[in-house]
């Protein structure tokens, strides 16, 4: 028999997000350094990210454009879409150690979050779950409206830890206007859930079980990720190629004074 394993998250309303520094010069190039790491290391990323990167004048590449390509297949564009904005929402990045990209265009039951250490390079995979109303094995609906119980998409940034009703959670707050900017009023947050593990997949027949909108990531590793991403860090939540031609960079929301 199949179980369902419902999850309810909550949020705190806060009175802003302060305003953020740029990156360093040497920011800079960790960030180069960390995210083509993951390229070559982690994801199958859709080889047009190759172009984006090699028309990067301020940095040099660390390696050969052919060592690019050869890490890279047409199957997968998050990495492009991270690229393509991350000025958009430089005013707004306070910890620059860490970049999490989650990507809804693969299955539950797989690794599909990767939290990328800007300074060494290292990517850690994790299982993390998506909205019971966004779909079953694969999150194909995406929603910023309350009640909606389904995921939202583009790019976050994350607030301060806090402890809930399931733990140390994680506020998010949504950057970009009319698609994910109610985040934190929904109460969508970062949070561990014992329905994030294999177990979980086996009991629900090839899949995770589902949250109500929250990204919930297994509760065994809540602390350390959480830890180490609050206070500023950047999130991308990838929603397939439906959505890949994200606005975000005419929609963004600016945060603090």
């Known amino acids: 028999m199949l179980t369902l394993y419902p999850d309810r998250q909550e949020g705190e309303r806060s009175s802003g997000v302060e305003k953020f520094k740029w990156f360093s010069p040497a920011g800079r190039r960790a960030l180069l350094a960390g995210v083509i790491a993951l390229a070559l290391v982690a994801l199958p990323w859709g080889a047009g990210f190759c172009s984006i990167v090699s028309k990067t004048k301020s940095e040099r590449l660390p390696v050969p454009e052919k060592s690019l390509r050869a890490g890279t297949n047409k199957d997968n564009d998050a990495f492009s879409s991270v690229l393509s904005h991350l000025r958009t929402y430089r005013k707004t990045i306070k910890n620059t150690r860490y970049l999490t990209i989650i990507d809804y265009s693969k299955p539950s039951n797989v690794k599909r979050m990767y939290l990328i250490d800007m300074k060494t390079g290292r990517v850690e995979k994790l299982l993390v779950s998506?909205?019971?109303?966004?779909?079953?094995?694969?999150?194909?609906a995406f929603s910023n409206r309350p009640e909606s119980l389904q995921s939202c998409r583009g790019f976050f940034i994350t607030g301060r830890k806090y402890s809930?009703?399931?733990?140390t959670a994680l506020q998010l707050y949504g950057l970009e206007k009319g698609v994910n900017d109610n985040a934190l009023r929904r109460g969508i947050v970062m949070h561990g859930a014992?329905?994030?593990?294999?177990?979980?997949?086996?009991?629900?027949?090839?899949?995770?079980?589902?949250?109500l909108g929250c990204p919930a990531i297994p509760i065994q590793v809540a602390d350390s990720v959480i830890n180490r991403?609050?206070?500023g860090s950047l999130v991308y939540i990838h929603a397939g190629a439906k959505?890949?031609?994200?606005?975000?960079?005419?929609?963004?929301i600016k945060h603090g004074s």
């Not at 998506?130 to 194909?140: E, M, P, Q, V």
């Not at 014992?194 to 949250?211: A, F, P």
Request: hydrophobic fraction near 20%; aromatic fraction near 8%; include cysteine.
């Open 243 to 252: 959505f890949c031609d994200s606005k975000g960079s005419s929609r963004a």
């Open 130 to 140: 998506h909205g019971k109303n966004s779909g079953w094995a694969y999150a194909t």
């Open 194 to 211: 014992d329905y994030v593990c294999e177990r979980s997949v086996k009991l629900n027949g090839g899949r995770l079980g589902r949250s």
């Open 229 to 231: 991403i609050k206070g």
């Open 164 to 167: 809930g009703k399931h733990g």
